[in-house]
């Protein structure tokens, strides 16, 4: 596709184009790839905001369909130049089962190179995720590393497995030849804890502190740090990152890439304070309220509490000894390298993330949407 025609106009597919990183991918490539001449969106569940995207001047094709169907994702590649494949199972409360997955996150992956390697479909940018790093279940801090920083990953729940071994089979498949003879360029980015319009986590602890009167109760110490990243700015990546595949294939085939924006590093609960003091709540607490070791009791006994409820309701609360660790873990990312591999610069500033993000919370949180 390169100097054939630099108006040439590109198919893309986006699978998981519906979810929250997944929509603002698709807005983004229609608003800033200007060799965009298809947009096809992938998902199992199909979002009726679609709809008013098909009346533009690009085509935007929605496929409703299961990456785990290897001939649905098959039919959405044929024909596709460029593959984001950000479609996965976020799941570290216990909702799906690991085979589940395991199924979506790594068969759906190996579904979407094999489709690639059939179609000759020679670019694909898969979203990893910071956990395929850590925390890992030592608990050690990640403090401002690169992707070049040694750390001892070791992953024991099926999330993070999950999305480690996809992340392997995608870089594992740079190179491979596709149908017609030339090779596949492939690159994973990894996003910390993505947050902006459309994140549920962030609407679920707001009406929560709107239940307990307009407050929140500190949980993690606030000297504990997260990286955290705009959802516009994950996106604008993956919308760079597939249009210099090409160019830079050399550079950028098989690389990993964290994702990265000037958002500041604070503790889980206190970023989201950002947006949710301006919104009302706050956050009771200079100190976590409860010790620590109740934490661990309380995520043990809801490990325990899900088990016994299983064949009568889907118990899932956000504290297990899982989400503890994360939450309860320093891991900051402090990296230039998708900067100086594909001129990557954020799109969006703190202070316009942060608004955003907060108008958002005012306009749904308190509604049923
Ligand atoms: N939310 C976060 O903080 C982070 C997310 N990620 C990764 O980013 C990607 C997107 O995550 P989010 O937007 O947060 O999640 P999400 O759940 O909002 O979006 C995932 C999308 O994939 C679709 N999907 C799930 N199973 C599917 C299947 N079998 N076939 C087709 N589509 C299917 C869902 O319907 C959904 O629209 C995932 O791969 C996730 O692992 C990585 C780092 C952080
Ligand atoms: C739900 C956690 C916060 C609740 C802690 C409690 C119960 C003590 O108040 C979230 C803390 C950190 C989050 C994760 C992190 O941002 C990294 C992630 C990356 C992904 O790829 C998927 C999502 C997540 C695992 C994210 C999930 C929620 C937290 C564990």
Redesign the pocket.
């Known amino acids: 596709m390169a100097d054939s025609a630099q108006a040439q106009k590109l198919v893309y597919l986006v699978t998981g184009g519906c979810g929250f990183l997944g929509e603002h991918v698709v807005r983004m490539l229609l608003q800033r790839e200007p060799r965009l001449g298809e947009l096809r969106v992938f998902d199992l569940h199909l979002g009726p905001w679609l709809e008013e995207l098909k009346t533009g001047p690009v085509r935007v094709t929605a496929i409703q369909g299961d990456v785990t169907q290897a001939h649905e994702v098959a039919a959405a590649v044929a024909g596709a130049h460029v593959v984001i494949h950000t479609a996965g199972l976020?799941d570290?409360f216990g909702r799906a089962s690991p085979k589940t997955i395991h199924e979506v996150n790594v068969q759906g992956t190996r579904n979407v190179i094999e489709a690639c390697v059939q179609n000759g479909t020679r670019f694909l940018v898969y979203t990893s995720?910071?956990?395929v790093v850590g925390p890992n279940t030592k608990g050690h801090p990640f403090y401002r590393g690169n992707e070049d920083t040694p750390y001892e990953a070791v992953h024991r729940h099926p999330?993070p497995c999950s999305?480690a071994l996809a992340e392997w089979l995608v870089l594992e498949a740079n190179g491979r030849k596709v149908c017609g003879g030339l090779p596949l360029v492939t690159c994973a980015l990894r996003?910390?804890?993505i947050y902006g319009e459309g994140h549920q986590?962030m609407r679920d602890f707001y009406r929560q502190g709107l239940r307990l009167g307009g407050r929140l109760f500190r949980?993690?110490p606030a000297s504990v740090e997260?990286g955290?990243v705009y959802v516009g700015n994950v996106a604008w990546m993956h919308v760079l990152a597939a249009r210099e595949l090409e160019q830079r294939a050399a550079l950028m085939g098989g690389q990993v890439y964290f994702c990265y924006d000037g958002s500041p590093y604070k503790s889980?609960?206190d970023f989201n304070m950002e947006f949710l003091g301006p919104c009302g709540l706050r956050l009771v607490g200079a100190r976590p309220l409860v010790p620590y070791w109740l934490?661990v009791f309380l995520a043990a006994l809801n490990v325990l509490l899900q088990w016994l409820l299983r064949p009568l309701l889907l118990y899932a609360p956000?504290?297990n000894p899982?989400?503890?660790a994360?939450?309860n873990t320093t891991f900051t990312v402090s990296t230039d390298k998708a900067q100086r591999h594909f001129g990557y610069e954020p799109l969006f500033s703190w202070e316009d993330s942060r608004t955003r993000t907060i108008l958002w919370v005012q306009a749904t949180g308190g509604s049923a949407q």
């Open positions: 976020v570290v995720s910071m956990e999330y999305k996003p910390t804890g986590i949980a993690i997260h955290r889980y609960e934490l956000l504290l899982y989400t503890l994360v939450a």
